[in-house]
């Protein structure tokens, strides 16, 4: 079956430090990928995606490159800001299983001023 | 302003009861989801319907039960074979499941809490 594994937290940054977060993935199909934010409290906001390998997702700051060699998909940010604090979620979507997500467990990450 | 609403936000039940979560879209969506979110958890699929007055069954669809009478409506209730329905319910919908590049968008979520 399909699976999405990312690094536990929570990860604890300084304001302007470099953030990445891993992500790693085992599907039977050719999946699309996707990072996924959820601030407390809320509902998961999409923050990227990448549908084919070697594509990179990038948004707010935020980017991630479709890797098939390593089956991964890290998210890293360069300078990261307060604001950032939120969890940060993995997701797949295989089309051979109906184009159903899959998630990790999330990661939490706090940014301290 | 195009989006998922989810009503209410808080919910308290006293054990034993039903009750119906409600989820409604207006971004002309053929599919919508519904997902269980446990403290310090990934998300699990409950239910998912792909077309109007068709649904399948998810991952943990033990305890629930759903409808999807018309495009833009797809309430979950939580009925008392639940055992355990203390949890954060979130709602997703997505343009067209078939798609390989199909995204899904989400709800703000409801926050259910059984007394």
């Known amino acids: 079956g399909n699976s999405v594994t990312q690094m536990e937290g929570p990860v604890t940054l300084s304001e302007e430090a470099f953030l990445t977060i891993n992500c790693t993935y085992t599907?039977?199909?050719?999946?699309?990928l996707f990072w996924y934010v959820q601030y407390p409290g809320e509902g998961l906001q999409l923050l990227l995606k990448?549908?084919?390998?070697?594509d990179k997702g990038s948004n707010k700051g935020f980017e991630a490159t479709y890797r098939k060699e390593t089956t991964s998909f890290h998210l890293e940010k360069g300078s990261v800001q307060v604001s950032d604090s939120a969890v940060y979620f993995c997701?797949?979507?295989?089309?051979?299983?109906?184009?159903?997500?899959?998630f990790g467990g999330g990661t939490r990450v706090l940014v301290k001023p | 302003d195009g989006g998922i609403t989810q009503s209410p936000k808080y919910l308290f039940r006293k054990e034993g009861q039903n009750v119906t979560l409600s989820c409604e879209q207006n971004l002309n969506h053929d599919a919508m989801y519904w997902y269980r979110q446990d403290p310090g958890q990934g998300l699990r699929l409950i239910y998912y319907?792909?077309?109007?007055?068709?649904?399948q069954k998810g991952d943990i669809a033990e305890g629930y039960s759903v409808s999807r009478e018309k495009k833009e409506s797809f309430p979950l209730t939580v009925t008392s074979a639940q055992k355990n329905p203390t949890a954060f319910y979130l709602c997703?919908?997505?343009?067209?499941?078939?798609?390989?590049?199909?995204?899904?968008?989400f709800g703000p979520g409801t926050r259910l809490t059984v007394l």
């Open positions: 319907s792909q077309i109007v007055n068709d649904f």
């Open positions: 990448a549908t084919k390998a070697d």
């Open positions: 997703a919908s997505s343009m067209d499941q078939g798609a390989r590049t199909d995204t899904q968008y």
């Open positions: 599907a039977t199909g050719y999946p699309s």
């Open positions: 997701a797949l979507s295989d089309p051979a299983a109906g184009n159903k997500l899959t």
